[in-house]
């Protein structure tokens, strides 16, 4: 079966289902149907109707929905931040992961920044214990930079903490060269 996959800039209107795919596809029993679950790292939310509303409204910022066969499927947030594209907020029905639409809603996501902001370099944060995911990541040409950003303890919007030695890793990408 062949798979057709669109691209479209989320709305308002699409903001409980975006809030409940983020936390599908990294928190709770929901997310261990895929690969990229963070339960054994955080419980609690991954983010909130306020946060997703405030990336919608936000200027050179862009909620990317990724629709395949018809259906919504996956997100990304592609913004531009201190002359470098960000990447974040990325997720894909935990039931679906593995089958190449995580890779598409990248690359789009870095086609939006070097084709919108003409940035250079595309940036996201990962939390540095999670080797699965930032080896996806550096497989698409993505590098470790060793910088660090530290992990929002005591601010559940971002979850609640299992463990007490989390941080974020910055990783960057060159988008000159395709």
């Keep these: 079966m062949t798979m057709t996959i669109e691209f479209r800039v989320a709305t308002h209107a699409d903001i409980p289902w975006l809030v409940d795919l983020v936390t599908r596809a990294y928190r709770g029993d929901a997310s261990r149907k895929g690969w990229t679950t963070e339960a054994d790292l955080l419980d609690g939310q991954r983010i909130d109707a306020e946060r997703v509303e405030a990336l919608i409204d936000a200027p050179q910022s862009v909620v990317v929905i990724a629709r395949v066969n018809g259906n919504d499927i996956a997100c990304a947030h592609v913004a531009l931040e201190d002359g470098a594209g960000y990447f974040g907020m990325f997720s894909v029905e935990p039931e679906t992961q593995g089958g190449g639409i995580g890779k598409a809603v990248l690359a789009e996501a870095e086609r ?54 989390l941080r974020f890793e910055v990783l960057e990408k060159d988008l000159r060269h395709g």
Aim: net charge positive; with cysteine; hydrophobic share 35%.
């Design 112 to 165: 939006i920044a070097h084709s919108r902001w003409q940035a250079e370099v595309m940036r996201m944060t990962v939390i540095d214990v999670r080797d699965t995911l930032i080896a996806f990541y550096e497989r698409r040409g993505y590098v470790r930079t060793g910088r660090y950003a530290p992990f929002p303890y005591g601010d559940e919007r971002c979850g609640i903490p299992k463990r007490d030695d």
